[in-house]
């Protein structure tokens, strides 16, 4: 059973800052990409960004230079720091990673529960 527990949403003004963490624990064999994607009200889900055990990452284009994503291995934890945050950030983030449990089972997708980012004055 794997489980990812996220942290650190919140209601914050505008030009703020958080960072939120998302933790996996459970049975892990290796985590191969950790990340993050978000879901405004009355919108789809989209990727916020993402980042391989190796360290490579990818943003949403929209987001470059004010967020920033990155990794623990050793306590298989990903961050999100978020700068110079403004209304339209507002939404659910969804944490995500692609586990392999156990040898001989295949890569699998994982979603945490959600954590509330809510940018207003």
């Known amino acids: 059973q794997v489980q990812l527990v996220e942290s650190g949403g919140g209601l914050v003004q505008p030009g703020g800052s958080l960072t939120l963490s998302c933790a996996a624990s459970?049975?892990?064999?290796?985590?191969?990409?950790m990340g993050w994607y978000r879901q405004a009200p009355g919108k789809e889900r989209e990727l916020v960004a993402s980042?391989?055990?190796?360290?490579?990452?990818d943003y949403a284009d929209s987001l470059k230079g004010r967020f920033t994503i990155t990794r623990d291995n050793a306590k298989n934890t990903v961050y999100l720091q978020m700068n110079s945050l403004n209304p339209e950030d507002t939404g659910v983030y969804y944490c995500?990673?692609?586990?392999?449990?156990?040898?001989?089972?295949?890569?699998?997708?994982?979603w945490g529960q959600g954590t509330q980012v809510t940018v207003s004055s």
């Open positions: 995500h990673a692609n586990i392999k449990a156990r040898p001989g089972i295949g890569w699998s997708t994982y």
């Open positions: 459970g049975t892990i064999l290796r985590i191969y990409t």
């Open positions: 980042i391989t055990g190796g360290s490579s990452t």
